[in-house]
């Protein structure tokens, strides 16, 4: 814990079993790791480690990962490769105890901290991958998925882009979470300021609940989002304008249209419908999209 730092390096400064000019080179090596690692080595880094870094550092922070990034910065600093699993690794941790499954803190920081003492003890990125995998078992992350509502925005974006890439090569989808406000949004299914066609769906108890669920989300292309925003069901998905659900390039999109009718099961979008799809996104996706087998 912070509180104790001080005490505990003061008294191995003191005992000799801290030398202080290695202790402070060490700190000096942190530094500069961590200041490359937030801004990242473009010029040696690959597209996924800049999209992993922008999924660590923004939508899933927990402080408690830096031991562990601080460690890999160091000891794969000349393995490219070995570094971008790792980075991988703790991206996904992350999402699937950090934010799904809430983990605790304590929990977290021990989790980070073994694992950083692993990679300084040139643990292998089979071992890491296996050592992740045993804090987190697949099938109870799979049911917190199922009922797992975000937080803000940017966690939804994340959520759905991660899907999308799953199902197009990266290449094809061109935008990322890091820049969703300028070409595409985070589409709330049902509104959060439904028209009137809604029946008053907003005043029924579980609107609050069921509006952030992962089930009710999708990305769309702004100006459809901005020409469809809070419409009913039927204008979302088709319209004379084919600004809708159906004419989208998206492939999360498009698998919405397809097979909207076996979650819609009472003839509308509602709390039950959300639920299924969620249901269904938590079974194809989760474990798959955030997988520890690197």
């Known amino acids: 814990k ?9 008294h191995k400064l003191r005992s000799g079993r801290l030398n202080v000019f290695e202790f402070l080179n060490e700190i000096k090596l942190d530094s500069l790791n961590w200041s ?10 690959s597209e996924v480690q800049e999209d992993t870094q922008n999924a660590i550092v923004d939508p899933l922070w927990k402080k408690h990962c ?3 990034i601080l460690s890999i910065m160091d000891e794969f600093q ?3 490769l070995l570094l971008e699993k790792s980075m991988i690794l703790c991206e996904h ?3 699937r105890q950090g934010l799904v499954c809430n983990d605790t803190v304590s929990n977290l920081q021990k989790v980070f901290s073994d694992a950083a003492i692993m990679v300084r003890d040139n643990a292998t990125i ?6 992740f995998k045993g804090h987190s078992p697949t099938q109870i992350f799979v049911d917190s998925f199922k009922v797992f509502s975000i937080n803000n925005m940017k966690q939804g974006f994340y959520i759905i882009w991660k899907m999308e890439l799953d199902v197009q090569e990266r290449g094809r989808v061109s935008f990322k979470p890091s820049k969703q406000s300028a070409a595409q949004h985070l589409e709330y299914i049902m509104p959060k300021k439904p028209n009137q066609n809604w029946g008053g769906i907003e005043d029924k108890e579980g609107f609050s609940k069921s509006l952030n669920k992962v089930g009710n989300l999708l ?7 901005q020409k469809i925003r809070g419409k009913e069901i039927s204008y979302k998905m088709n319209n004379d304008t084919h600004e809708d659900y159906s004419n ?3 492939e999360t999109t498009k698998e919405f249209s397809d097979k909207y009718k076996s979650w819609a099961v009472k003839g509308g979008w509602d709390f039950e419908a959300i639920n299924l799809r969620q249901q269904y996104l938590a079974e194809k996706y989760a474990s798959k999209v955030w997988s520890l087998d690197v």
């Open 36 to 45: 490359a690692f937030l801004q990242g080595d473009l010029v040696q880094w």
């Open 93 to 95: 941790y992350l999402f």
């Open 219 to 225: 990305i769309l292309d702004a100006h459809v989002n």
């Open 78 to 80: 000349d393995d490219t």
């Open 66 to 68: 830096a031991p562990f």
């Open 248 to 250: 989208s390039t998206l």
């Open 2 to 10: 912070k509180g104790d730092i001080f005490d505990i390096i003061s």
């Open 126 to 131: 089979a071992e890491l991958s296996d050592f």
